[in-house]
């Protein structure tokens, strides 16, 4: 069983900080709000994106699917009361040339494999498509 290990600290009224390893990331706790950090509900959304992303690192060589490139884009819906996220969309986008049918199963193996994806689809509504980058 792999563990992890997070901790946060306010810094002051206009933010936090969460660190890791030796990584730090600024946190939006401002009752404001900041456009220089993730709030709390966009770092979900981040967490499913890079969720994906690395589980695309897994498969792709298990696969031997041919990659380019690789973007994700999320939209979370939010209700008032109680608060919660109630929907996530999110949309891969692949740069590859790879068939539909390749595409497909990648999506597949990211929906089932990922740690952030499978603990998201059981606690809300978690809708999403894969498609090839325009030329």
Do not use: W
């Amino acid at each position: 069983m792999l563990e992890y290990t997070v901790t946060a600290r306010r810094i002051d009224s206009h933010g936090s900080e969460a660190a890791t390893k030796e990584a730090r990331i600024v946190l939006d706790t401002d009752m404001a709000g900041r456009a220089d950090a993730f709030n709390p509900a966009e770092m979900l959304l981040a967490s499913l994106a890079a969720c994906m992303l690395k589980g695309t690192e897994r498969v792709v060589p298990m696969l031997d699917f041919d990659l380019r490139g690789i973007e994700v884009s999320l939209h979370g819906e939010r209700q008032d009361s109680p608060p919660k996220m109630v929907r996530v969309d999110y949309q891969i986008v692949v740069d590859t040339d790879e068939t539909d049918q390749r595409l497909e199963l990648l999506h597949k193996n990211l929906r089932k494999y990922g740690t952030i994806t499978n603990t998201l689809a059981g606690a809300t509504e978690l809708v999403g498509t894969i498609r090839r980058k325009d030329a």
